[in-house]
């Protein structure tokens, strides 16, 4: 339901011609019948036309169909004090007015835009914002926690995948996860506890993985006999410890698409494991094709992504 502004908090009576202060020049003479100026807290005016205000904005839509809501008879133009700064203002203005697009530098300005954005009901900078917000150039963390607050599942779902990539308890990600609202929280680190429970199942699983079985002796054959000779699966424990405690570190594993299969990213843990060999017949332990088939289903095999709902 949409309010209706207070017009006493919102704007003052229009300033006489000796008031000083400094006209955004990237405004100056853009918006045509120019009778409304807002005003940003740093001192800057943005001179904007009623019609554009009302056309692109609920909030001045409203607050402009109010009786009295700006005198038309005065020799100035009216002047409204805003909340934002000048930088939010003209990239609100620019998008509105159709004169550029804001340099989205960094996710905290993004966010300043929209919160200003839903503040004045504007619906044109929210999806200009959104198209432009890129997934590889900021924290996914960070544009997780602004696609959620503001209802965006697919950005959402999105950046949540990318997480799996990252340590999430290191100290650096504290930082960022401690700003997400408690729910979005709660999702992501769910996740994060649902994939390493899963994948630790998986590598538990004898029938799949039979380095798990008691059998401790080579099966091969030399002379019409078994080798016999006692097998060390040393580096399929290290290798499953690693995966448990590190995740983000087997994840290209998941992702394999080039020719044999090998992970986009080195780990030395299953390098160590396809390299194994008996230490009397020298026979590989452990088939290059099938481990990493076996491997690479075990790592897409949990959720890669948040529950939406």
Same mark, same amino acid.
């Given at each position: 339901?949409? $309010?209706?502004?207070?017009?006493?908090?919102?704007?003052?009576?229009?300033?006489? $011609?000796?008031?000083?202060?400094?006209?955004?020049? $990237?405004?100056?003479?853009?918006?045509?019948?120019?009778?409304?100026?807002?005003? $940003?807290?740093?001192?800057?005016?943005?001179?904007?036309?009623?019609?554009?205000?009302?056309?692109?904005?609920?909030?001045?839509?409203?607050?402009?169909?109010?009786?009295?809501?700006?005198?038309?008879?005065?020799?100035?133009?009216?002047?409204?004090?805003?909340?934002?700064?000048?930088?939010?203002?003209?990239?609100?203005?620019?998008?509105?007015?159709?004169?550029?697009?804001?340099?989205?530098?960094?996710?905290?300005?993004?966010?300043?835009?929209?919160?200003?954005?839903?503040?004045?009901?504007?619906?044109?900078?929210?999806?200009?914002?959104?198209?432009?917000?890129?997934?590889?150039?900021?924290?996914?963390?960070?544009?997780?926690?602004?696609?959620?607050?503001?209802?965006?599942?697919?950005?959402?779902?999105?950046?949540?995948?990318?997480?799996?990539?990252?340590?999430?308890?290191?100290?650096?990600?504290?930082?960022?996860?401690?700003?997400?609202?408690?729910?979005?929280?709660?999702?992501?680190?769910?996740?994060?506890?649902?994939?390493?429970?899963?994948?630790?199942?998986?590598?538990?699983?004898?029938?799949?993985?039979?380095?798990?079985?008691?059998?401790?002796?080579?099966?091969?054959?030399?002379?019409?006999?078994?080798?016999?000779?006692?097998?060390?699966?040393?580096?399929?424990?290290?290798?499953?410890?690693?995966?448990?405690?590190?995740?983000?570190?087997?994840?290209?594993?998941?992702?394999?698409?080039?020719?044999?299969?090998?992970?986009?990213?080195?780990?030395?843990?299953?390098?160590?494991?396809?390299?194994?060999?008996?230490?009397?017949?020298?026979?590989?332990?452990?088939?290059?094709?099938?481990?990493?088939?076996?491997?690479?289903?075990?790592?897409?095999?949990?959720?890669?992504?948040?529950?939406?709902?």
């Amino acid at each position: 339901m949409t $309010s209706v502004p207070n017009i006493t908090e919102t704007s003052t009576p229009s300033l006489t $011609s000796t008031t000083a202060y400094t006209i955004h020049p $990237s405004f100056s003479g853009v918006f045509s019948g120019a009778t409304i100026r807002l005003l $940003s807290v740093d001192n800057i005016l943005f001179p904007v036309s009623p019609e554009t205000l009302a056309r692109t904005s609920g909030w001045f839509q409203t607050m402009l169909s109010l009786p009295q809501a700006f005198r038309a008879d005065d020799v100035d133009s009216e002047v409204v004090p805003m909340a934002e700064p000048s930088e939010v203002l003209a990239g609100l203005l620019s998008m509105i007015g159709g004169t550029g697009l804001p340099p989205l530098h960094d996710l905290a300005f993004a966010e300043q835009l929209l919160l200003a954005a839903e503040k004045y009901e504007m619906p044109m900078p929210i999806a200009t914002i959104r198209a432009l917000l890129s997934p590889v150039d900021f924290s996914p963390i960070q544009l997780y926690g602004v696609a959620c607050r503001m209802n965006w599942e697919a950005e959402a779902t999105k950046a949540a995948t990318r997480t799996l990539a990252l340590d999430i308890m290191a100290p650096e990600n504290m930082m960022e996860l401690v700003r997400l609202d408690k729910p979005h929280l709660m999702k992501l680190l769910s996740l994060h506890n649902l994939r390493r429970k899963a994948i630790g199942e998986a590598l538990e699983n004898a029938s799949v993985f039979t380095a798990n079985s008691r059998s401790t002796r080579c099966r091969n054959i030399l002379s019409n006999q078994w080798c016999d000779a006692p097998i060390d699966r040393t580096n399929w424990w290290v290798l499953k410890l690693a995966w448990s405690k590190e995740p983000w570190r087997f994840l290209s594993l998941g992702e394999i698409g080039n020719v044999g299969g090998v992970p986009t990213t080195p780990i030395p843990e299953l390098d160590a494991l396809l390299a194994d060999q008996c230490g009397r017949c020298k026979k590989s332990l452990y088939s290059k094709i099938a481990t990493l088939d076996n491997l690479r289903a075990a790592a897409q095999r949990p959720p890669q992504t948040i529950e939406w709902s």
